[in-house]
């Protein structure tokens, strides 16, 4: 395993950045995915259209159909609620590929240019969502390009979504990267909570949905990809280092404060 020293201190070295989708590689929320469930409620004669306002506090709960669920429950669908989710996010799911099919999802401004530097310096790519792999699988590909994300794991094939950490270890896993020579790019508290929680340094990039969050434990935030503070191959290594550092200081601290004692005491 390779890493950089800091003084005496170890630093693993970035070999691989896993991205996160929705909000991530392409601000999808707010005109993709949202109009495309009100389009669903419509097809299924469901009275329900969520105006841009009401879905940024949805989108605190993962997973399309159980957004669905929550939101049918709340306005007394009862027991109906359950079923009547898994038909229109099917819907759903059929139409928001069409979107993306049809070229109308567009990478956020400056992703392209990082995940080509990325590229340039041999860092591997993956990919990291609990979406529905039926759109995330041609989203990926027409933002990213064929084969650019080594990994791609989607909601289809874990268990537990975000905030788990679940479909980040599976990712790790199929890279047979360790956590500290991974890190994350999310948008969400949530996304956040489930990188970390894999142990891995998070860069978040926030959308208007996601700007007032809570980010205590990233490795940096930033309002996009591009602008003053860019992100590109070598400050995604940097904040990882830093973040490394900053991990390992305390314990550095104390082993200095150790050998100090003995040498005090010799």
């Given at each position: ?5 800091f003084?005496?201190l170890e630093c ?6 896993i991205?996160d ?14 109009p495309?469930?009100n ?11 969520w105006?841009p306002q009401?879905y940024?506090p949805?989108?605190g ?16 669908f009862?027991?109906r609620?359950?079923?009547l ?28 240019n990082l995940v080509r530097?990325?590229e ?6 993956a ?8 759109w ?14 080594e990994?791609v794991v989607t ?7 975000k905030?788990d950490?679940e479909v ?6 199929e ?9 994350a ?17 998070t860069?978040?990039?926030t959308?208007?949905?996601t700007?007032d969050?809570?980010?205590?434990g ?45 040498c005090?005491?010799?």
């Amino acid at each position: 395993m390779k890493r950089h020293r800091f003084g005496e201190l170890e630093c693993p070295e970035l070999r691989a950045v896993i991205f996160d989708v929705d909000g991530t590689l392409a601000d999808t929320e707010r005109e993709g995915h949202r109009p495309a469930f009100n389009d669903a409620f419509l097809a299924h004669g469901v009275d329900v259209t969520w105006s841009p306002q009401e879905y940024g506090p949805l989108l605190g709960i993962t997973g399309g159909r159980r957004r669905i669920a929550a939101d049918l429950r709340a306005r007394g669908f009862g027991d109906r609620a359950e079923d009547l989710a898994a038909e229109i996010h099917q819907t759903k799911t059929e139409l928001f590929r069409a979107r993306i099919m049809a070229g109308d999802v567009s990478p956020r401004p400056g992703l392209v240019n990082l995940v080509r530097g990325l590229e340039a310096d041999e860092i591997r790519i993956a990919v990291a969502t609990t979406g529905r792999s039926a759109w995330v699988d041609p989203l990926v590909e027409s933002i990213l390009g064929h084969g650019v994300a080594e990994t791609v794991v989607t909601g289809d094939e874990v268990s537990r979504l975000k905030p788990d950490p679940e479909v980040y270890n599976r990712v790790l896993d199929e890279l047979d990267v360790c956590a500290e020579n991974a890190l994350a790019i999310e948008d969400s508290e949530v996304g956040l909570r489930a990188a970390t929680a894999a142990g891995l340094a998070t860069i978040v990039v926030t959308t208007d949905y996601t700007a007032d969050q809570d980010f205590g434990g990233a490795a940096a935030v930033r309002a996009a990809f591009d602008g003053v503070e860019s992100l590109d191959s070598a400050s995604c290594s940097r904040i990882h280092r830093q973040w490394w550092i900053r991990r390992r200081l305390p314990t550095y601290a104390d082993h200095i404060a150790a050998e100090i004692d003995t040498c005090a005491a010799d």
